[in-house]
Nanobody, 124 residues
Framework: QVQLVESGGGLVQPGGSLRLSCAASGRTFNIVVMGWFRQAPGKEREFVGAFSWTGIGRKYADSVKGRFDISRDNTKNTVYLQMNNLKPEDTAVYYC?????????????????WGQGTQVTVSA
């Protein structure tokens, strides 16, 4: 099993920045991709972005492209979501996820493990 723990959520003003972290532990040696999803109140969970270290790279949802960036510290088994120029519509619970396979053609699929989520609120 793989355990994922998110941190870094909070309240930020529109236009501000926030960085989320996701630390993976357990049987991580088969993990090839980690990603972020979010779910706003009354809405379905949506894909934010993913980072695969098998050479395929990164994919982002159109709504966050150019504002969000995913990076990885493999020495710490940690993935980060840097969020810039935040908007009120970015308000949601953000979930970290990990998978043992991935395809850039289906970037939101194949995630087997999930964190508990961290709240991000963008408000003046």
């Amino acid at each position: 099993q793989v355990q994922l723990v998110e941190s870094g959520g909070g309240l930020v003003q529109p236009g501000g920045s926030l960085r989320l972290s996701c630390a993976a532990s357990g049987r991580t040696f088969n993990i090839v991709v980690m990603g972020w999803f979010r779910q706003a109140p009354g809405k379905e969970r949506e894909f934010v972005g993913a980072f695969s270290w098998t050479g395929i790279g990164r994919k982002y949802a159109d709504s966050v492209k150019g504002r969000f960036d995913i990076s990885r510290d493999n020495t710490k088994n940690t993935v980060y979501l840097q969020m810039n120029n935040l908007k009120p519509e970015d308000t949601a619970v953000y979930y970290c996820a990990a998978g043992e396979r991935w395809s850039p053609l289906r970037p939101s699929d194949f995630f087997d493990y999930w964190g508990q989520g961290t709240q991000v609120t963008v408000s003046a």
